[in-house]
């Protein structure tokens, strides 16, 4: 099946700094890619909708300046989290769509844990 | 709107015994159905999705799910359960011809547990 990564798989920084957490799929042209964010215990909350050469589409209640995705090629899409709070610790985690039909299912990376002290 | 409901937080089975775990959800129009588990840290697997034809469907590590369309179900199955299928596992639908950018709803997760 389709492979989709996500690196790194976890990353520890300070309060203040940015931190990138690149998605990239392995075997496929992946026309949209998603970010989501899980909390500990809860379900996977959407964040963005990105298709390639796009500006990404963002949830409501997402900080678009905060949270900032590019996708910039077919298969590497890449989360900025800008100015890191504690508040923003959790698990990041990016899925990939070959197309927009009905047909396409999504795959998934295997996450990102972020901690920020 | 779309929405998924797994009405039980957590499911205990012995191992060898079978297992369901629920789901319910809300489409406008036809359903794309998934199934997906999760490990501790780790992202999601995919085990089955419903898109037409035979109700019962047939995914990953002996996992099976039935379409009850009048019942707007989608419980997931499996015979004979193993304690290496204690995860957490995630309901999710699609309308399957929204067009654009269609977006899964997941449901909020059913935590299974099989006893040994």
């Known amino acids: 099946g389709a492979v989709v990564s996500q690196h790194p798989s976890w990353v520890i920084c300070k309060s203040g700094t940015s931190v990138k957490i690149e998605c990239r799929s392995l075997?496929?042209?992946?026309?949209?890619m998603f970010w989501y964010r899980q909390f500990p215990k809860q379900s996977l909350m959407l964040m963005a909708t990105?298709?390639?050469?796009?500006?990404?589409?963002?949830e409501q209640g997402v900080e678009k300046d905060k949270f900032l995705i590019n996708h910039a090629s077919l298969t590497l899409s890449t989360l900025t989290v800008t100015s890191a709070h504690p508040e923003d610790s959790s698990f990041y985690i990016c899925?990939?769509?070959?197309?927009?039909?009905?047909?396409?299912?999504?795959?998934f990376g295997p996450g990102t844990r972020l901690t920020v002290t | 709107a779309q929405s998924v409901a797994q009405p039980e937080d957590q499911v205990n089975v012995a191992e060898g015994n079978p297992l369901t775990v629920k789901c319910t959800y809300s489409?406008?129009?036809?359903?794309?159905l998934f199934w997906y588990v999760q490990y501790p840290n780790r992202g999601l697997q995919f085990l089955l999705k419903?898109?037409?034809?035979?109700?019962l469907v047939k995914g990953s590590y002996g996992f099976e799910a039935e379409f009850n369309k009048s019942q707007t179900s989608f419980h997931l199955k499996k015979p004979s359960a193993l304690v290496s299928d204690s995860a957490l596992y995630f309901c999710?639908?699609?309308?399957?011809?929204?067009?654009?950018?269609?977006?899964?709803?997941f449901g909020t997760g059913t935590k299974l547990q099989v006893i040994p």
């Open positions: 075997d496929f042209q992946a026309t949209t």
């Open positions: 489409v406008s129009g036809n359903p794309y």
């Open positions: 999710a639908v699609r309308d399957l011809w929204s067009g654009g950018y269609q977006k899964v709803t």
């Open positions: 899925s990939a769509r070959e197309g927009q039909g009905a047909p396409y299912e999504q795959y």
């Open positions: 419903y898109i037409t034809g035979d109700n």
């Open positions: 990105s298709n390639e050469g796009s500006k990404a589409t963002y």
